[in-house]
């Protein structure tokens, strides 16, 4: 017993000062997206609400209908993204002002699930998709809490939980499909193609029609970028795409961490601290006996 | 002595090569193939080339017969008896005792190997299959007899398909479906109570005509005819998506059409063409088009098993006429419970100061003796 409560609380909090005293890393550069990422543009003006994307994502991905919402059990209704549910189509009504809103992965250029991922489970992966590996997945849930969207959805109910969100149907692309939601929509509401050209297609939406669109295309920035855009006639906050700014969501925590661990520097002192009390206190010890 | 089935004359009967040809194409497009087909169909029959059918009758009520025979479209009863070579069958011949055995054996030496076999009824097992006998010999002599030599055996109806009422626990009789007798020969199931003739008809067509069976499912049914469920074709499936339902029967839900699953519809299990393919060709005339729920007559594990008025699960439930809201309802943690987890923390806290205290106090070389009850007022 040769620490004393007194010896502890000191150490602590001069690691924690150590910690507290190293600067955010200067501002990193926002990430552009790769030049042959991929994606998909949703124009909420033109969803009218039929589910059939949910119905084929449910095919393509074999995922097990989600009835535990609905009265009976009757239906498939996740009443959001789930383990059993990559995409849902969602709705806003207030008033007479109504839009339909597809809810699924956003492929973020700078992905906070990927930054808070500790073994690089969920990574940008080809084309840009933010792709899972289940066998380097410890079930930490930490993107769950990362992502901005509520995204990714953890298994709770199985004995060997994964991490289910949408991979832009990586599969089917693999195969020469595209992802089966933009393959079935009957109107084209959501379109998959090349992120470019997705951004300048949506950009071109808005020109031709203005008061069509609220003039502005989602994920082209926001959050630093996401290769899913969205168009609406309704502001985005309202049909769940919340105002994120230009900074990548996981830049603030990733440079707190990043700075912590720079050069191994802060870790290294705060072991040292540690060894010089405890080599104090055994001293200490030694000669009080 | 060749049997003769009991029919008008074609050139002196009331319908015309018209009809014949209406007729032909509404049972190619039973079974799922177009114009085409109802000629090659027009063709083999004018050819003479029409298929002999031997109908066999065991533990059954005729039902099917009647469902085949009693179509309101004008002599349809006509038109089935020149599409096919109807050669044996118990109800419609007008021969009796020998003559018309004589005539059973007559058909199935003329045709061996290539007629067709129908077997309506189920077959009785227990004690030798003495529970249903005809001319001497028990219904399970009967099929292996006529069954065995046949090109294609075709069980109509629920009881031949599988059963059917006769098997309905406890199955006195040891009722079972042909193919349980048929062992490793190739036998059609078209179940239904009664079955829809015009499934019957596409399939003897079929094999007339191409000398082909139609594809089967996992229980030998044809997949035109059963590869979906009821529901997934009802015409009151909007009312099930919007989540309007008969609760009782009469009640304004039920005057409005709504959907029948409350009363105990098996539509969402069972497998058949009923909501396309109405009963003698009045649009309308099954049972769900009656204000009836489905009783899930085709399916093996669910008619004369499961209750009338017992609600099944949905076998691939698909989204419902609603949204999900912008942000999902969250669970709200009462006060009480979070007065509770804090008096818990608290006193944990409390605890482990207190025992941190007394380890420090410990490790001093000579520690005074603290009061007792400084040390016992951890939760305090």
Same mark, same amino acid.
């Given at each position: ?6 010896? +502890? ?7 924690? +000062? ?11 550069? !926002? ?127 199985? +004995?060997?939980?994964?991490? !289910? ?25 959501? !379109? ?24 502005? #295309? ?15 006639? !309704? ?43 405890? #080599? ?10 | ?77 006509? =038109? ?11 109800? =419609? ?32 097992? @227990? ?57 490793? @020969? ?73 959907? =029948?699953?409350?009363?105990?519809? @098996? ?77 818990? =923390? ?10 941190? @205290? ?23």
């Amino acid at each position: 017993m040769g620490i004393t409560r007194r010896a +502890a609380l000191q150490a602590m909090l001069t690691a924690g +000062a150590s910690a507290a005293g190293v600067r955010p890393a200067a501002a990193a550069v !926002v990430p552009a997206p790769p030049a042959d990422a991929l994606g998909l543009l949703y124009d909420a003006t033109l969803c009218i609400g039929c589910k059939t994307c949910t119905v084929a994502c449910r095919d393509a991905n074999g995922l097990e209908p989600d009835t535990t919402a609905s009265p009976d059990r009757l239906y498939n209704a996740p009443v959001d993204l789930s383990p059993r549910a990559k995409t849902v189509i969602k709705l806003y009504a207030k008033g007479a002002v109504r839009s339909y809103v597809k809810a699924q992965c956003m492929h973020c250029v700078d992905p906070a699930c990927a930054s808070g991922c500790m073994l690089g489970a969920l990574r940008k992966r080809e084309h840009g998709i933010v792709t899972y590996d289940p066998d380097l997945c410890i079930g930490c849930r930490y993107c769950e809490v990362a992502c901005p969207f509520g995204v990714p959805k953890f298994e709770f109910a199985k +004995a060997a939980p994964k991490i !289910v969100k949408c991979e832009l149907c990586r599969e089917r692309l693999a195969s020469g499909k595209e992802p089966a939601c933009t393959e079935v929509c009957p109107r084209n509401a959501v !379109v998959f193609g090349r992120r470019a050209e997705l951004l300048t297609e949506a950009k071109r939406r808005i020109a031709e029609t203005p008061g069509r669109y609220v003039p502005k #295309v989602y994920g082209e920035t926001d959050g630093g970028g996401t290769q899913v855009l969205y168009l609406s006639h !309704v502001p985005f906050d309202t049909i769940g795409l919340p105002a994120l700014g230009d900074e990548p969501a996981p830049q603030l925590s990733r440079s707190i961490q990043h700075g912590v661990y720079r050069g191994f520097v802060a870790p290294a002192a705060l072991y040292a601290a540690l060894g010089i009390v405890m #080599v104090r206190n055994r001293r200490r010890d030694d000669s009080a006996r | 002595m060749t049997f003769q089935c009991p029919h008008p004359d074609r050139e002196s009967g009331s319908f015309s090569r018209r009809d014949f040809v209406r007729l032909c194409t509404m049972a190619a497009a039973a079974i799922g193939l177009g114009p085409a087909a109802a000629e090659r169909f027009v063709e083999a029959a004018e050819r003479g080339a029409k298929p002999s059918v031997i109908w066999l009758q065991f533990q059954e009520c005729t039902g099917c017969t009647e469902s085949l025979l009693r179509t309101s479209h004008p002599a349809v009863d006509d =038109l089935i008896l020149d599409l096919i070579s109807l050669d044996y069958h118990e109800t =419609l011949f007008a021969a009796a005792g020998h003559q018309a055995e004589a005539a059973l054996r007559q058909a199935m030496r003329a045709n061996a190997g290539k007629y067709v076999c129908v077997v309506e009824g189920a077959i009785p097992t @227990k004690e030798n299959g003495i529970y249903c006998m005809i001319g001497g010999r028990t219904a399970l002599d009967i099929l292996k007899d006529v069954g065995g030599q046949a090109g294609a055996v075709i069980a109509i109806g629920s009881c031949a398909s599988w059963g059917g009422v006769p098997s309905a626990d406890p199955n006195p009789t040891g009722a079972v479906g042909a193919h349980e007798i048929l062992r490793g @020969k190739a036998v059609v199931n078209i179940p239904g109570c009664p079955a829809n003739p015009y499934n019957f008809l596409g399939t003897v067509l079929q094999y007339a005509t191409y000398g082909t069976l139609p594809a089967l499912d996992s229980d030998n049914r044809p997949k035109f005819a059963y590869g979906q469920t009821i529901h997934e074709q009802c015409p009151r499936r909007a009312h099930f998506d919007a989540g309007r339902f008969a609760q009782r029967y009469g009640d304004e839900g039920h005057r409005n059409g709504y959907c =029948l699953y409350k009363l105990g519809c @098996k539509g969402p299990v069972t497998h058949a063409n009923c909501s396309v393919q109405h009963f003698g060709e009045v649009d309308g005339a099954w049972p769900i088009g009656l204000g009836h729920p489905c009783f899930g007559c085709t399916e093996q594990r669910i008619a004369f098993r499961v209750p009338l008025h017992t609600t099944v699960d949905i076998e691939r439930p698909m989204p419902p006429d609603t949204y999900a809201p912008i942000h999902a309802a969250q669970g709200r943690v009462s006060p009480v419970a979070t007065g509770v987890a804090g008096a818990i =923390l608290g006193g944990l806290a409390g605890a482990g100061f207190m025992a941190s @205290k007394k380890l420090s106090d410990d490790s001093r070389p000579s520690p005074p003796p603290a009061p007792a009850a400084e040390r016992t007022d951890a939760e305090a």
